[in-house]
Every structure is written in C-alpha cells, then in structure tokens.
C-alpha cells in the first residue's frame, strides 16, 4: 500500500495499527497459518515531503517490508534494517539495481514494460537476465502479469515473485471507484498510454480516464519532471487518471480477492502440469 494513500498523513497511524493489530490476533488464533507480510511503499523522491514523517510510523509500527520507488537512499533502508524489515526496491534498469543495492536495499523489484502506474520500458527477459547475472537477493518481477501462468513464466526467468498489481483493482476489496474497476474490465492492452505527463515520471495510465479527463490520449504533451509533488497536487493523477498495466485483457470481472487468488493458483498449477509433462 503507498504511504501517499493515507490523506490526511495523519491517517496512516490508524492504518497501521488497523492492519497490524488485526494481523496479530489473526496470528494468536492461527497459530499454524499466520499471515503474510505486509508491505508500505514510499515514494523517495525529494518532492515528497511526507517521507521523513510517514517512514517514522513504518518503524513505529514495524512494517515488515518496505518498498521504495524514484529513489534509494540510504537512510531509509537503515530506518527499515533498525527494527529487522526489509527493503525492496523499484527498479526499471540494471544502472539503478545496481545503485540500491549498495544503498542497502535487499531485494529488488524489475519494473518492466507493461506494469502500470510508474513504469519502465526494458522486456522482462532482458531486465531479469541483466540483474541476475551479479545479485542472488530477493527479486520480483512486475509487469503485465495478470495470469497463472504469467507467475510460472516470472520464476521460470529468474524471478523469486511474481508482482501483480491492476488485477486487484477489479475485486470487490480494493477502494478504488466502481467505475475505476469497470474501466479495468473493459479495456486491454490496445487501452494502455504511457506517457510521463501527470507527475513528470513515465508511467501506464487507462486510456478512458485520460479521456474523460478532456486530454487527448493520443496527443499528449511532454511532463516535466521538476513539477512532481506526489504529495500534493500531482495526487490527483491517480485520483483522476487511472493507473493500470497491459495485463488486464485477463480480467473480465469484478470478483472477490479470493476468487481471484483462487484463479491465479489454478492456473499455475495447470501451467506447470503443462510444463512437466513434456
């Protein structure tokens, strides 16, 4: 969940203690099943200005992993390490994989073509094979995965996990608008702009919101990257304008996060009984 998410800032102590205080009694009364780690993401870019206050409540709360995107830094990874979380970083490029990790990130996330909201354009097989060939940490792939088999492809090239995000906009779960999710449903990857006007970073945005905006999807001007502030104004790109990445063609419906999950498991299992009968 982005840290940026919460507004006022001061929601996100409630949040915290929401999620961790129901995620510790679910832990006392399931002994044998405890929950997954959960994980905030924290824009590190010098225009957030909630960062120092927003990763104080992470270390307060113990949040055991950290995502960290448009920027590694140092002391936010050794805020994270205090209390024994871990850091994940956002990467759409070797150059930048190399720079977290000697900031201290412990893991990686390859941020490939296709994935949505802030994105990079380099193919996941050339993106993995790049990182892989000098770090054996923690790697997630993200990037129009959206199936079963999506997440046998990620492991099969290297990957630990595989990192799905637009798919569980349209369960009925997510705070997103209605038609937000509608939106995911009916469109594809023909509906995908990439464009780095919204908050001067490129990223993967649903053609009909850009539309319903009054913008002109397909004559968009350039961003300006000194402009971003995802903190203030800029918010409203994902308020208005919709992230989302080229993997929804394999979501047809609004469905409970169960469901979903449900599916995704499935279709692994079908693709690897595929695989190994061979």
């Given at each position: 969940m982005p840290a940026l998410n919460a507004r006022p800032a001061s929601q996100l102590d409630?949040?915290?203690?929401?999620?961790?205080?129901t995620l510790a009694?679910?832990?006392?009364?399931?002994?044998?099943?405890?929950?997954?780690?959960?994980?905030?993401?924290?824009?590190?870019?010098?225009?957030?200005?909630?960062?120092?206050?927003?990763?104080?409540?992470?270390?307060?709360?113990?949040?055991?992993i950290i995502i960290t995107s448009l920027g590694a830094r140092a002391e936010i990874n050794d805020a994270a390490h205090s209390y024994g979380g871990v850091v994940l970083h956002d990467v759409i490029n070797n150059s930048f994989a190399h720079k977290a990790v000697e900031k201290g990130a412990d893991g990686l996330i390859a941020v490939a073509?296709?994935?949505?909201?802030?994105?990079?354009?380099?193919?996941p097989f050339a993106l993995i094979e790049e990182i892989r060939a000098w770090f054996d940490g923690p790697l997630?792939?993200?990037?129009?995965?959206?199936?079963?088999?999506?997440?046998?492809?990620a492991q099969a090239m290297g990957a630990d996990f595989a990192y799905i995000g637009s798919a569980f906009i349209a369960t009925d779960e997510a705070r997103a608008s209605d038609a937000y999710?509608?939106?995911?449903?009916?469109?594809?990857?023909?509906?995908?702009v990439y464009s780095d006007l919204f908050t001067g970073v490129h990223g993967n945005y649903l053609k009909g919101s850009i539309q319903n905006a009054g913008l002109d999807p397909h004559a968009l001007p350039a961003g300006d990257s000194r402009a971003m502030n995802f903190g203030g104004?800029?918010?409203?790109?994902?308020?208005?304008?919709?992230?989302?990445?080229?993997g929804i063609g394999a979501v047809r419906q609004v469905v409970?996060?169960?469901?979903?999950?449900?599916?995704?498991?499935?279709?692994?299992e079908r693709a690897l009984i595929r695989l190994t009968a061979r």
């Open positions: 409630d949040w915290l203690s929401e999620i961790t205080e009694a679910h832990d006392a009364a399931h002994p044998q099943q405890p929950a997954a780690p959960f994980a905030i993401n924290q824009i590190v870019h010098k225009s957030n200005d909630r960062l120092e206050h927003d990763m104080a409540l992470c270390v307060k709360h113990r949040v055991p073509a296709g994935a949505g909201g802030h994105a990079g354009v380099k193919s997630a792939l993200s990037g129009a995965i959206a199936t079963g088999d999506a997440v046998l492809a999710k509608q939106m995911i449903v009916d469109s594809s990857s023909d509906d995908i104004e800029s918010i409203k790109a994902w308020k208005d304008i919709w992230g989302s990445g080229q409970p996060a169960r469901m979903l999950i449900a599916r995704l498991v499935a279709e692994y």
